[in-house]
């Protein structure tokens, strides 16, 4: 399944729900303000509002860093009108009657949420201006709100929420037509700068992460898995393990003989392995040190990373693939009456997600009843799919959504949520399961290697009038694309030019790939964003100008939906970063300017990055500028930070990335041997959103996309090298 | 076994000498704001102070502390913020925030020794703490502005809060 269809699910859920809530009127089933919190076993709302003036607001969605445990309170609080220093935020339990998909990924948190939670803030706002006019005995429409009150301008007269909660309680639940939504210009929080509803908590290293829960009664396991995937336990030295200090106990876990796949609906994949049970953390993970395990590996991946590059890269010679995906006008036709044909291949490497809470769980299972805490992206999916492993229903499985040390797409999958919940059920006691960082890089759902061979064919006016594109896709079943490896389809250049040939060959691989952060899309940037730079300077054209010029008119390739390209939008964040960078402005020698535009994610970003290049291809990047339009900014602190830190992400993942695999085994262990950018590599960094009344979309991942084509253009502008495959340390550059 | 912690004696009863610090704190005290990120002194995310000094507790053994003063993030700032973490809040530095814990105690040891300290110096104190969620840019604006918040007052006297906390038989933890 792709993250799009998590908005299906979602719209489809939230229309259900709210209809069914609507139908329940005065239950205040979908929407209540209330002077207590719910009891236990009640229906949950968004809002409660305490006597004493505190607002709780649940935060529906999985936090692993990106901020919705800030920006979605925040657009709840803005048409409830609530006071944000009154406003505390709690994580809303998982339970998709109540709150649809709850998941994070595909930047989608705010704009699936957008209408319902405006929809949640205003209709308990209209409550509360009706229990006002209720106490008071005036018109409604005499009444509105200020931050925390209701109030009567004629009069003066005022009363707070805290005061008013109880009455409003009471209120019938308005209907869809009785409850309107500010304006923006009518927004007092939305687009202003707001710390994150965790920071005191973070700072101060209180109890949040998946890795801090713990339980009473709770044992400590490790899990020890083939490092070649799909590999299953046949024995183990299980009785000189057991025999260890603090160890409880150690087993096999028979587990499933082919590598993961992955497929978050629907796997119930665990790996073989040997769990060791302990009083304490480190006391399992040192047992491992006397463990020896013997393993079957007849159904295991024997992948390596470097035979499927050399396959790749021979695929790649051939100017088409084996199959078509694309074909637009007549590529063949323009491609032999062009005045000039430039073609390159671009490529990646593997690469890991090392976010940085390595991936754990607290499970308990016993008897028909299952509880689970953990930090996934897609909790509704842990609840499915370990109801189907266990052979449980749904409902007797308890989820708890944790804050998360980092996702980045890696904790969409559930495995870890599996293993812990099978070792609690062969103890038969609550287990918190623990990754250990070297197994978290050794069975990850790796970024998936890619190969494109581009090709552009220019007119004697040095236009670009057609496109091809050779994608060699990872697969391992010979007839789709491995997540992350294949090709989507794309509005710029593929819908904008006349001329499109898309097609694809395949080289076999079973090493499981998931989604890393703006996946596809962070990859494919770079070749695409790299080749065009390469194309204007072979039309003798400045890249700015060839880029606005490329994007054609304005327009929206599908008006209304966000997820289409407009390129109006475009070209303004094009024109808003370079005027920033100074594009155009004389540097000193080895130094130089790049850019970068992709849209993905609803976002349309650009960025110009500066660098210089030394003898040794150490490359400084001085600083980057990112311009982007989201539509409206939720928390503008909160979609910088995120900006910021795709920068940072980006340049960390292109400088030395890589996972090199060997008869199916991951080399790189740990941080020593996978280099993640590190404090005083970074670049200044300066983020512009423009002002634009699109509805919101998110801002996780879409800045990542052009980081890497700036910066590589960049470094061609500064030292006339071009980079054309990832980690740029593969041509010996490193950044500095 | 006896380590001071926070300013306070804690008894880790006969616990394998060989347990690094970072477990005993998180599994034995339920100090959980210390973080296990690599294991190996290549993330930082585990960092705390031994004596005054920022020091990475997944390479520390237990068995080796005896008589040690050792602060934790949870012994930084008491009732009140310590600058450093209340500069964190005000630059809104965190992401998921994991890291973080490790970056304070880092920064607040650089502070204690270096009260103004130029970029050279912040960098190369914050080198050894990976954020993969990439909040630098705040790390360094944070600790630019505490730098300047602890001039203001005397940074002896925060600096040894914690310790002071539980010479007074404050609650520490
Ligand atoms: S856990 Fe100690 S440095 Fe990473
Ligand atoms: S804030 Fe997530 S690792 Fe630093």
């Not at chain 1, 876990?253 to 049970?277: C, E, Q, W, Y």
């Not at chain 1, 030019?497 to 996946?519: D, F, I, K, M, Y």
Request: charged share 20%; net charge negative.
């Amino acid at each position: 399944m792709t993250l799009g269809e998590f908005s299906t699910v979602n719209r489809r859920d939230f229309i259900r729900w709210s209809g069914f809530g609507l139908a329940v009127t005065g239950q205040g089933l979908y929407m209540v303000a209330m002077a207590q919190p719910a009891p236990e076993g009640e229906l949950n709302p968004y809002i409660v509002i305490h006597e004493d003036g505190r607002v709780l607001i649940s935060a529906p969605n999985p936090d692993v860093g990106q901020g919705v445990n800030t920006s979605l309170p925040m657009i709840v609080a803005e048409e409830l009108d609530a006071d944000w220093a009154s406003v505390e935020v709690i994580a809303a339990p998982v339970d998709p009657q109540r709150y649809g998909a709850q998941f994070a990924g595909g930047s989608l948190s705010v704009r699936n949420r957008w209408n319902e939670l405006r929809t949640m803030g205003a209709t308990a706002r209209e409550m509360l201006l009706r229990a006002a006019a209720a106490s008071w005995q005036l018109p409604r429409e005499q009444l509105t709100t200020e931050p925390g009150q209701v109030v009567h301008g004629a009069t003066g007269r005022r009363a707070s929420f805290g005061e008013l909660a109880a009455l409003a309680a009471q209120q019938p639940v308005p209907g869809e037509g009785e409850v309107t939504l500010k304006d923006s210009a009518e927004y007092r929080l939305l687009g202003n700068r707001v710390v994150n509803a965790a920071a005191e908590d973070i700072v101060r290293g209180h109890s949040l992460f998946g890795i801090d829960v713990v339980v009473p009664d709770m044992v400590y396991a490790t899990y020890v898995k083939c490092p070649q995937p799909g590999g299953t336990p046949s024995s183990a030295n299980l009785d000189a393990v057991k025999n260890l200090p603090g160890v409880l106990d150690a087993f096999l876990i028979k587990g499933d003989a082919v590598p993961p796949v992955f497929d978050l609906r629907n796997s119930t994949h665990v790996a073989g392995g040997v769990a060791i049970v302990a009083t304490n953390t480190w006391a399992a993970f040192k047992a491992r040190r006397s463990l020896q395990v013997q393993w079957d590996t007849a159904g295991a991946s024997r992948d390596d990373s470097a035979a499927i590059e050399s396959q790749a890269v021979k695929a790649m010679e051939q100017v088409q693939g084996d199959r078509e995906l694309v074909r637009t006008g007549d590529p063949d036709r323009a491609f032999a009456s062009a005045a000039s044909v430039l073609s390159a291949q671009y490529l990646t490497e593997f690469i890991s997600h090392a976010q940085l809470e390595p991936q754990g769980c607290v499970a308990h299972v016993s008897g028909d009843r299952a509880e689970v805490w953990t930090s996934s992206q897609t909790p509704g999916f842990a609840q499915i799919t370990l109801g189907k492993l266990l052979d449980l229903p749904a409902g007797n499985i308890r989820v708890h959504q944790v804050r998360g040390g980092g996702g980045f797409g890696r904790r969409l999958s559930n495995e870890y949520v599996r293993e812990a919940a099978l070792i609690s059920q062969r103890v038969g006691k609550p287990v918190k399961l623990q990754w250990m960082r070297e197994d978290d890089m050794a069975f990850d759902f790796y970024r998936a290697p890619t190969y494109y061979r581009l090709e552009g064919a220019l007119s004697d006016q040095g236009e670009l009038v057609a496109w091809r594109n050779h994608v060699v896709s990872a697969s391992a079943d010979g007839d789709k694309a491995n997540y992350g490896a294949g090709y989507r389809n794309k509005d710029f250049p593929d819908r904008v030019l006349a001329n499109v040939h898309v097609t694809q060959s395949l080289v076999h691989s079973v090493t499981p790939t998931g989604a890393w952060r703006a996946p596809e899309s962070n990859v494919y940037a770079f070749a695409e964003q790299s080749f065009l730079h390469e194309l204007a300077l072979a039309a003798n054209r400045d890249h700015r100008e060839f880029l606005m010029t490329t994007l054609g008119e304005d327009k929206w390739y599908e008006d209304g939906n966000l997820g289409r390209l407009h390129t109006g939008r475009a070209r303004a964040v094009i024109e808003a970063v370079t005027r920033a960078a100074g594009w155009g402005r004389a540097l000193p020698e080895n130094r130089g300017l790049g850019l970068g535009f992709y849209f993905s994610h609803a976002g349309h970003v650009a960025e110009v990055a500066e660098v210089s290049v030394d003898e040794r291809k150490g490359v400084t990047v001085h600083k980057v500028w990112a311009a982007a339009d989201l539509g409206q900014i939720v928390n503008l602190s909160g979609a910088e930070n995120q900006f910021q830190g795709s920068v940072v992400d980006g340049l960390s993942a292109l400088a030395n990335q890589r996972i090199s695999i060997r008869e199916g085994a991951v080399q790189q262990r740990n941080f020593d041997q996978y280099d993640l950018l590190r404090l005083p590599q970074r670049p200044d960094i300066s983020v512009t959103f423009l002002s634009s009344d699109f509805p919101p979309s998110g801002a996780g991942e879409p800045a990542l996309p052009p980081l890497a084509p700036a910066v590589c253009n960049a470094v061609f502008a500064a030292c006339g090298q071009r980079i054309r495959s990832l980690p740029i340390s593969r041509q010996g550059f490193r950044i500095v | 076994m006896q380590l001071t912690i926070n300013g306070q004696a804690q008894d880790l009863g006969d616990l394998d000498p060989e347990m690094p610090l970072l477990w005993a704190l998180r599994d034995i005290l339920g100090l959980v704001g210390t973080k296990y990120g690599c294991g190996v002194a290549q993330c930082g995310a585990c960092t705390v102070w031994l004596d005054d000094n920022p020091v990475r507790s997944c390479q520390l053994t237990v068995g080796a502390l005896a008589g040690r003063r050792i602060t934790t993030i949870e012994g930084l700032g008491q009732d009140e913020l310590h600058p450093v973490q209340r500069a964190w809040v005000e630059h809104d530095v965190a992401q998921c925030g994991y890291c973080q814990a490790g970056q304070i105690m880092s920064a607040a040891a650089l502070l204690k020794r270096d009260p103004s300290p130029s970029m050279a110096a912040i960098e190369s104190a914050m080198a050894g703490n990976l954020c993969r969620c990439g909040t630098y840019t705040r790390i360094v604006a944070a600790v630019q502005s505490a730098a300047q918040s602890l001039a203001q007052i005397d940074c002896y006297e925060v600096g040894e809060s914690a310790q002071a906390a539980g010479d007074r038989g404050g609650a520490a933890v």
